[in-house]
C-alpha cells in the first residue's frame, strides 16, 4: 500500500465543490515537508497541479487549490467541471525512506 | 519550452535488459535533478529513481535497487535508465520528471512515458 493515504473515489456534480484528502505520517507530511498534487487525465501523463502545499503553477485555475495541516492535506476543487474527471496524485518526501518521494494511491474523480 | 521525451521501451522477456532514455530540452539540463516515475497498468504512480544536478547523487526504490542504474549525459541532454533482471512486476509506463524549480521535491514537468513489458 502507499505510503500516504487517500480515497480510491470521489464524486460531484457539477459547479459543486469536491476535496480530495490526503493523509501521511510524521516522517514526511507531519516532519514538515511540503505537499504537492498532480492531474492526471485519461490516457495522459500526470501534470503539476498544485506544488509546495498551496501554490499554483502559471495556467492552472484558481478552482484548485490545496492545504495542510498536521499529518494531513487536502485538495479542494470548486465550480467542478466535466474537464476535471481525472486521477489525482498528492505526493511528498518521506524522510525514513533514502531519496524517496512518495505518493499517495490515487484518487478517481467522477463529474456525475 | 520544457519537453521531456522518452524512448526504448518495449516487450522483453523476464530477466533481460532494457535501457530506456529520455531526451530533455527548454531548460538548462545540467542543472537539474531529474527522476524516474512509473506507473503498472491500471495502477498508481511509484517514484522508480533520482539523479541530482550533477550526476553525483543516485537514490533508487528499494523494488529496484541492486537491478536498476540511473545515469546522465550533459553533453547529450539526456537521462537513462538502465533496467537488469527485469521482473513481470516491472510492466510499467516509466516516466521520466525534471525536479521543481522552486522545491526540488517536486516534479514539475513529465514526459509521456514509455510503456515496459515483461513476459515470457
Known amino acids: 500500500q502507499s505510503v500516504l493515504t487517500q480515497p480510491p473515489s470521489v464524486s460531484g456534480a457539477p459547479g459543486q465543490r469536491v476535496t480530495i484528502s490526503c493523509t501521511g505520517s510524521?516522517?514526511?507530511?507531519?516532519?514538515?515537508?511540503?505537499i504537492h498534487w498532480y492531474q492526471q487525465l485519461p490516457g495522459t501523463a500526470p501534470k503539476l497541479l498544485i506544488y509546495g502545499n498551496n501554490n499554483r503553477p502559471s495556467g492552472v485555475p484558481d478552482r484548485f487549490s490545496g492545504s495542510k495541516s498536521g499529518t494531513s492535506a487536502s485538495l479542494a476543487i470548486t465550480g467542478l467541471q466535466a474537464e476535471d474527471e481525472a486521477d489525482y496524485y498528492c505526493?511528498?518526501?518521506?524522510?525514513?525512506?533514502?531519496?524517496?518521494?512518495?505518493f499517495g494511491g490515487g484518487t478517481k474523480l467522477t463529474v456525475l | 519550452q520544457v519537453q521531456l521525451v522518452e524512448s526504448g521501451g518495449g516487450v522483453v522477456q523476464p530477466g533481460r535488459s532494457l535501457r530506456l532514455s529520455c531526451a530533455a530540452s527548454?531548460?538548462?539540463?545540467?542543472?537539474?535533478?531529474m527522476h524516474w516515475v512509473r506507473q503498472a497498468p491500471g495502477k498508481g504512480l511509484e517514484w522508480v529513481s533520482l539523479?541530482?544536478?550533477?550526476?553525483?547523487?543516485?537514490n533508487y526504490a528499494d523494488s529496484v535497487k541492486g537491478r536498476f542504474t540511473i545515469s546522465r549525459d550533459k553533453s547529450k541532454n539526456t537521462l537513462y535508465l538502465q533496467m537488469n533482471s527485469l521482473r513481470a512486476e516491472d510492466t510499467a509506463v516509466y516516466y521520466c520528471?525534471?525536479?521543481?524549480?522552486?522545491?526540488?521535491?517536486?516534479?514539475?514537468?513529465w514526459g509521456q512515458g514509455t510503456l515496459v513489458t515483461v513476459s515470457s
Open positions: 520528471a525534471k525536479e521543481g524549480t522552486a522545491d526540488p521535491y517536486h516534479f514539475d514537468y
Open positions: 527548454g531548460f538548462t539540463f545540467s542543472r537539474y535533478g
Open positions: 539523479i541530482s544536478y550533477d550526476g553525483s547523487n543516485k
Open positions: 510524521s516522517s514526511n507530511i507531519g516532519a514538515g515537508y511540503n
Open positions: 505526493q511528498s518526501y518521506d524522510s525514513s525512506l533514502s531519496g524517496s518521494r512518495v
